[in-house]
C-alpha cells in the first residue's frame, strides 16, 4: 500500500484538489482511502465520502494536529489496510508551519495557494522544503508572471521538487497528481520523519495559562533566541 | 523546443456537456485571431485552456497540440521553456514586492537577462498615464499601470511565439498601440476582446457561446474596409479621451 501525506495552509484548497485527484485515481483503478485530521471540527469526511471511498476523520482537539497524525500514522495504515485500500491518503490540518508531518517512504504532498504572495514559498519552512510534490492552487486569480514568480520562489526553497498548477474549482493539475500518486512506491516499515517536530515540552504544553515566566518550566526559547531548561 | 509551426486547439465540450460546434482550429505563426462572445461564454477559458496546453484535463475537455503534437510535461510546465505568453483579466498584483524585485525575479524565472527589467519599465511608461517607477510597490499600481507593466513584460520577459491577450481594451492603455507591441511579427496570436476595431483587426475570429466555439469567421474585404473607418473613428475618440483627460475643453470637436 501507497501512503501519501497531504500538507498546507489552511484554506489553500487541500480537500478540492484531492476530491478530483481521488476521482482521477478511482478512474485509473486505484482504491484509495482518506483519513482527515483536523482540529476541532470538519465536514470534511461528508464530502470525501461523496465519492464512495472508505474515509475516517480524527481530531486532535487540544493536541498539536500534526503530533496527533504522527502518533496515529499506524493505526491508519493498520485501518487502511483492513479496507483493502491500494493507498491511504492523510490529509492533515497543517497549521503552525513548524513542522511537516511527513514521513520517509510516503509522498508528501504541500499545497500552497498563489494568492497569498511570493514570500510565502519561504516562510512555510519544512511543510514544503521537504515535501516531494508542491501544489499551487488559485493561479487563476493572479497573473502568468505572478504565477512564474511564485513557481521560481518555491523552486529556490526546495529545488527538487515537482511542482503542480491546480485549480481545486476546475480539476486543473488533478490528474498530474493522481499520475504521481499511482507512480509511488509502497510504504516500509519502519518509518522515520524526514523533519523533528516542533519544539514543545513546557508547562504551556500540559495546560498552563498564566502568562508571567515565573510559571513556566521546561525547554524555553527566549525572544533572543537563547534556549534554556528550567526545572528539576 | 523546436520552433513552433502550428496551434491546434481541438475542440471539447460546452458548459452543457454538447460537443462544440467546430472540431479543430489550426492558427500558423504571423495570425491574429479574435475571440469573441458575450460575457460568460468561455472565452477567458479557451485562453486559458491553451495557456495550460491543456490535455483534455480541464471541464472543456479540449486538447491543445503545438506542431500536431501534444506537448511533453516539461513544456507545460517549465516556465523556461514554455513558449506561451498571457496577458490576462487579472490586473491587480498580490505580490508585496517592489516592480524592479518582481521583473527581476520574473527575468530569472524565464531565464531572462535581469538587463531587461529597464527596458520593460520603459516600454510600460509609453502605454500609461502617470509613470511607473523601479521603487514603486506592486500593490500600490492603478489597474491601467498594471496592465502596462504586464502587457510590457510580456514584450520583453516573457517574449514567446504565442501570445494570449484578454480584453486589453478595458485596460485605460493605449490599446491599439499595446496589440502592436504584443502582436510582434511571426507570432501566434490570440486576442479576446468586445472592441470591434480589434475585432475586425484580426485575420479570423472565433465566436463563443453556452462555453464552447460555435464558428470561425473569417475577415471579408468589405470588413476590412469597416475596420478602417472605425479605426479613425477610435483614434479621434482616444484624442478626445487625452484633451479631456488632460482637463482640457472639448467644445470645438466635430461630430463624425
Known amino acids: 500500500m501507497k501512503l501519501v501525506v497531504v500538507a498546507g495552509t489552511p484554506g489553500s484548497g487541500k480537500t478540492s484538489v484531492l476530491m478530483h485527484t481521488i476521482r482521477s485515481l478511482k478512474q485509473a483503478g486505484m482504491s484509495p482511502a482518506v483519513v482527515k485530521i483536523d482540529c476541532l471540527w470538519t465536514d470534511d469526511d461528508k464530502r470525501f465520502e461523496r465519492l464512495d471511498i472508505p474515509v475516517r476523520i480524527g481530531l486532535s482537539r487540544d493536541m498539536c494536529p500534526d503530533h496527533f497524525a504522527i502518533y496515529n500514522t499506524d493505526e491508519m495504515l493498520t485501518w487502511a489496510r483492513e479496507q483493502d485500500a491500494g493507498v491511504l491518503i492523510n490529509e492533515t490540518a497543517g ?39 508542491v501544489v499551487a492552487t488559485k493561479g487563476d486569480i493572479v497573473s502568468q508572471a505572478e504565477r512564474e514568480v511564485f513557481r521560481e520562489r518555491v ?78 | ?104 525575479m520574473h527575468a530569472k524565472s524565464r531565464n531572462r537577462n535581469s538587463d531587461t527589467v529597464e527596458q520593460v519599465i520603459d516600454i510600460a511608461n509609453t502605454l500609461t498615464g502617470e509613470s511607473i517607477q523601479p521603487g514603486h510597490q506592486l500593490t500600490i499600481l492603478s489597474g491601467g499601470q498594471s496592465r502596462a507593466l504586464m502587457a510590457a513584460d510580456i514584450a520583453v520577459i516573457s517574449d514567446s511565439p504565442i501570445v494570449l491577450i484578454d480584453e486589453i481594451e478595458n485596460a485605460g492603455i493605449k490599446k491599439q498601440e499595446a496589440l502592436k507591441l504584443l502582436a510582434a511579427e511571426g507570432k501566434i496570436v490570440l486576442v479576446v476582446t468586445h472592441d ?26 468589405g470588413e476590412m474596409n469597416v475596420c478602417s ?28
Open chain 2, 196 to 221: 470591434p476595431v480589434l475585432a475586425l483587426m484580426t485575420k479570423r475570429r472565433i465566436v463563443m457561446r453556452n462555453g464552447g466555439v460555435r464558428q470561425v469567421i473569417t475577415t471579408s474585404t
Open chain 2, 1 to 104: 523546443m523546436q520552433d513552433i509551426h502550428e496551434l491546434t486547439i481541438i475542440c471539447g465540450i460546452d458548459k452543457s456537456g454538447a460537443k462544440e460546434d467546430v472540431e479543430k482550429i489550426r492558427i500558423c505563426p504571423g495570425e491574429i485571431i479574435g475571440i469573441v462572445g458575450p460575457t460568460g461564454s468561455g472565452k477567458s477559458s479557451l485562453i486559458c485552456d491553451i495557456e495550460q496546453l491543456s490535455q483534455g484535463d480541464t471541464p472543456t475537455r479540449r486538447k491543445i497540440l503545438i506542431n500536431g503534437k501534444a506537448p511533453g510535461r516539461d513544456i507545460r510546465t517549465d516556465p523556461r521553456k514554455k513558449r506561451i505568453a498571457q496577458l490576462s483579466q487579472n490586473m491587480h498584483f498580490l505580490a508585496d514586492m517592489t516592480v524592479e524585485e518582481f521583473l527581476r
Open chain 1, 155 to 232: 523552486n529556490e526553497a526546495n529545488p527538487g521538487c515537482r511542482i503542480i498548477e491546480a485549480n481545486g474549482l476546475s480539476g486543473q493539475g488533478a490528474s498530474e497528481l493522481a499520475e504521481v500518486i499511482s507512480e509511488t512506491p509502497d510504504v516500509g516499515q519502519e518509518l522515520n520523519l524526514r523533519h523533528n517536530a516542533p519544539l514543545a515540552i513546557c508547562t504551556l504544553c500540559t495546560g498552563e495559562t498564566r502568562v508571567a515566566k515565573k510559571h513556566h518550566m521546561g525547554v524555553l526559547r527566549h525572544i533572543d533566541g537563547f534556549t534554556e531548561y528550567r526545572g528539576e
Open chain 1, 95 to 133: 497549521l503552525c508551519l513548524r513542522c511537516a508531518p511527513y514521513p520517509d517512504g510516503c509522498l508528501a504532498v504541500c499545497v500552497i495557494d498563489v494568492t497569498t504572495g511570493p514570500n510565502t514559498p519561504l516562510k512555510v519552512g519544512p511543510l514544503l522544503t521537504t515535501a516531494d510534490v
Open chain 2, 229 to 256: 473607418e472605425l479605426v479613425k473613428l477610435d483614434n479621434y475618440m482616444m484624442s478626445l479621451r487625452d484633451t479631456i483627460r488632460q482637463g482640457g475643453l472639448v467644445e470645438q470637436a466635430v461630430v463624425v
